[in-house]
C-alpha cells in the first residue's frame, strides 16, 4: 500500500519559516517527480512546486516562488517544503504528491497524502 505522510506543518506568524516533510512508504519514487499542492478554504487546490526524479529541475507557482524551496532525499524516500517568509495568504492544507511521470513538465499527480494544515497569522 503506497502512502504519503506529511509532516511539519502549524501555527506560525507572519514572516516566519516552516518545514513541511513528506515520507513514502509502499514503494520508492526515485525516478518519479513529487511535489506539493494546497488548498485554501473556500478555494480550489492549487499546484505550489514540484521537484523532478533526481531533483535537478524544480518548478515553483509564482506565488512562492523565491519564499518556498523544494528538495528531495531519494535514499530516505522523503520530499520537503522549506516555506520562509510565509504570508497569511499562505494559510491552506498542504498536500504531498507523486507522480507516474519523472518530469516536472505537465505535473499531474497520481498519489496524494492526506495533508497538513499550515496557517499563518498576521
Known amino acids: 500500500q503506497v502512502q504519503l505522510v506529511e509532516s511539519g506543518g502549524g501555527l506560525m506568524q507572519a514572516g516566519g519559516s516552516l518545514r513541511l516533510s513528506c515520507a513514502a512508504s509502499?514503494?520508492?519514487?526515485?525516478?518519479?517527480?513529487m511535489g506539493w499542492f494546497r488548498q485554501a478554504p473556500g478555494k480550489e487546490r492549487e499546484f505550489v512546486a514540484a521537484?523532478?526524479?533526481?531533483?535537478?529541475?524544480?518548478r515553483y507557482a509564482d506565488s512562492v516562488k523565491g519564499r518556498f524551496t523544494i528538495s528531495r532525499d531519494n535514499v530516505k524516500n522523503t520530499v520537503s517544503l522549506q516555506m520562509n517568509s510565509l504570508k497569511p495568504e499562505d494559510t491552506a492544507v498542504y498536500y504531498c504528491?507523486?507522480?507516474?511521470?519523472?518530469?516536472?513538465?505537465?505535473?499531474?499527480?497520481?498519489?496524494w497524502g492526506q495533508g497538513t494544515q499550515v496557517t499563518v497569522s498576521s
Open positions: 521537484i523532478n526524479w533526481n531533483g535537478d529541475s524544480t
Open positions: 509502499g514503494r520508492t519514487f526515485s525516478t518519479n517527480a
Open positions: 504528491t507523486a507522480s507516474d511521470s519523472s518530469s516536472t513538465t505537465r505535473y499531474r499527480p497520481t498519489y
